[in-house]
């Protein structure tokens, strides 16, 4: 488990990533909140909130649960509401610790070694302790690649593994993301939730604005260009245009502007041509 003491609804701040034309759009992470996260739990005696360090033994608020000695466990852990600011596809990278049920003295015959991610969207937080399961949509069963025993447990190692999963096309404002236990020995280190823009960019000559990436990988979304100051479509070729990707990549430019009379092109834009005297 994590090495901690014992024991928001998402902020939706927004993080550009630069990169080759690419940024993602961050929904929520969980590493950044210092308060209690205060996500919605049940029954009672299941997942618990408790305050550990992270693998640079940065202070970070954690889930976890450990009821392997009883049998039939179905213990439900939901996040607060996450608004999807236009996003369709959504990404949700998931950090935990898993214990081998074999590294357990005693442990009983319906030891589980792994977890469930679900999600249920909505257009607004659902409400107290909603356990209509079946309003849930199951993304995946989760795996360790690396479980820890006993012996780890003992010299304070962090067997961390890092999961990525995507939901979507979302069409509803929001959505909840949920994690059933069935009996596993199990915490989860940090849930990062986001999605793939198009970041802003300026290609021959043209201005094309933050695009949202589509929901299916094999989907391009043509975008146009607008012109930058002091330049029009290129008389001799096509109106600009480019296509953001599902991985948010602008690919395939087409077309481009030209600098009216008068001016002279620069670092994307269009300077006042100076004559020499």
């Known amino acids: 488990m994590v ?25 929520l992470n969980s590493k950044e909140s210092q308060a209690e996260l205060g996500w919605t739990s049940y029954p009672a005696n299941g997942w618990e909130e408790i305050s550990g360090v992270d693998e640079k033994y940065k202070p970070i608020r954690t889930y976890q ?20 600011r236009g996003g369709q596809r959504i990404f949700v990278e998931l950090q935990f610790t898993l214990r081998d049920c074999n590294s357990i003295p005693g442990v009983a015959g319906s030891c589980k070694e792994t977890f469930n991610l679900l999600y249920a969207e909505s257009d607004r937080a659902l409400g107290g302790h909603d356990d209509d399961e079946a309003r849930y949509s199951k993304v995946d069963t989760i795996a360790a690649d690396e479980s820890f025993t006993q012996g780890d447990l003992g010299e304070r190692k962090m067997k961390l593994n890092t999961e990525v999963r995507e939901i979507g096309p979302l069409t509803r404002r929001g959505f909840h ?3 059933q236990d069935v009996g596993a020995c199990v915490a989860i280190v940090s849930v990062r939730v986001y999605y793939k823009r198009c970041r802003s960019a300026v290609q021959n000559l043209a ?38 990707s599902a991985e948010g990549e ?3 430019p087409i077309g481009r502007c030209s600098c009216s009379a008068g001016y002279e092109e620069g670092h994307s834009s269009c300077e006042v041509l100076i004559m020499e005297p």
Not at 3 to 27: C, I, P, T, W, Y
Not at 65 to 84: A, F, K, S
Not at 219 to 232: A, F, I, Q, Y
């Open 3 to 27: 090495f901690s003491d014992r024991k928001e609804e998402n902020s939706a701040a927004v993080l550009a990533q630069r990169g080759s034309g690419s940024a993602s759009v961050l929904l």
């Open 65 to 84: 649960v450990c009821n392997v000695m009883e049998p039939n466990q179905n213990n439900w852990l939901r996040t607060g509401w996450i608004g999807r």
């Open 177 to 179: 993301l949920a994690f």
């Open 207 to 244: 201005v094309f604005p933050d695009t949202v990436a589509e929901a299916a990988f094999a989907t391009l979304v043509e975008v146009r260009g607008v012109c930058v100051n002091n330049s029009e479509p290129d008389a001799t070729d096509s109106p600009p245009r480019m296509h953001c």
């Open 250 to 252: 602008w690919l395939v």
